[in-house]
């Protein structure tokens, strides 16, 4: 299976809802468009796209459905909210285990620790800067992941 991690953009600071409720700016919509140009492009084809509840990131799912070409419904998980764990998004992950690819919309430091729990580490191994896409490949879904990282798509390089 292909995952597909992609942070939230560029969001509002602030917010009278509440940081659940905080908005994408307009660099934060432009920066993601970019990246998902470059990976459709690339090829990049979802079967499914989880993503957290918050505004921004259903924002973000929103502008990734879009750009890929993806025509499914946007799957809401509340694993994938900032307090969510690795364990808890495996665990999800698992239950789609049929699906090609799957597509992460959410937030760090989550994803920082997804990568290193997929990896196989005990600790965080990189930094997520809003609009960056990471693929990793897992090819068995026991309770232990074993994903290899393919790469890094990032707002600087798309």
Do not use: N
């Not at 659940?20 to 998902?36: H, N, P, Y």
């Not at 694993?79 to 959410?106: F, K, Y």
């Not at 005990?122 to 068995?140: K, N, P």
């Amino acid at each position: 299976m292909e995952l597909y991690l992609l942070r939230h953009g560029i969001a509002e600071r602030f917010s009278d809802g509440g940081d659940a409720s905080r908005r994408l700016t307009e660099e934060g919509r432009a920066q993601l468009r970019a990246v998902l140009e470059r990976a459709h492009g690339a090829g990049v084809r979802v079967s499914l796209i989880l993503t957290s509840p918050y505004r921004r990131a259903l924002e973000t799912a929103e502008i990734a459905a879009h750009e890929l070409g993806y025509e499914g419904k946007l799957a809401r998980c509340l694993a994938l909210t900032p307090e969510g764990s690795p364990q808890q998004v495996w665990e999800e992950i698992r239950l789609h285990r049929d699906e090609a690819a799957i597509l992460l919309c959410g937030h760090e430091p989550l994803f920082s620790e997804i990568v290193a729990f997929l990896l196989g580490s005990t600790r965080a191994m990189v930094h997520f800067q809003t609009g960056t896409l990471v693929r990793i490949d897992v090819a068995s879904f026991g309770i232990s992941p074993a994903g290899v990282l393919r790469w890094m798509l990032t707002p600087g390089i798309a």
